[in-house]
């Protein structure tokens, strides 16, 4: 858990903007394709964006597409999610991660609040 440590949420008023963090410490991730996760209150843990060093190295959910940029520092060892005008419905713990099989992932990290607000 202390290998992927998220940061950066809180309460943001819908419209608003916040840049959530995610610390890798684990060496075998700091190179791997990374991506965001989100679990909603009440519902499953779901993907919402993917970086990697293909031909086309970010990917997003279509729940969040346009209203998130995903993007990393290799030098330190972060991976970031720029979330624009975010939505009540966008509230919830958001984690990062390796990109595999969600049954495959893990360990979590405690993840990040973001809470929007009307």
């Known amino acids: 858990q202390v290998q992927l440590v998220e940061s950066g949420g809180g309460l943001v008023q819908a419209g608003g903007s916040l840049r959530l963090s995610c610390a890798v410490s684990a060496r075998s991730l700091r190179f791997a394709p990374m991506g965001w996760y989100r679990q909603i209150p009440g519902k499953q843990r779901e993907w919402v964006a993917a970086?990697?060093?293909?031909?086309?190295?970010?990917n997003y959910a279509d729940s969040t597409k346009g209203r998130v940029t995903i993007s990393r520092d290799n030098a330190r060892n972060t991976v970031y999610l720029e979330m624009r005008s975010p939505k009540p419905e966008d509230t919830g713990v958001y984690s990062c991660?390796?990109?595999?099989?969600?049954?495959?992932?893990?360990?979590w990290g405690q993840g990040t609040q973001v809470t929007v607000s009307s």
């Open positions: 991660n390796k990109m595999g099989p969600m049954t495959s992932l893990g360990p």
């Open positions: 970086i990697t060093t293909g031909p086309t190295p970010t």
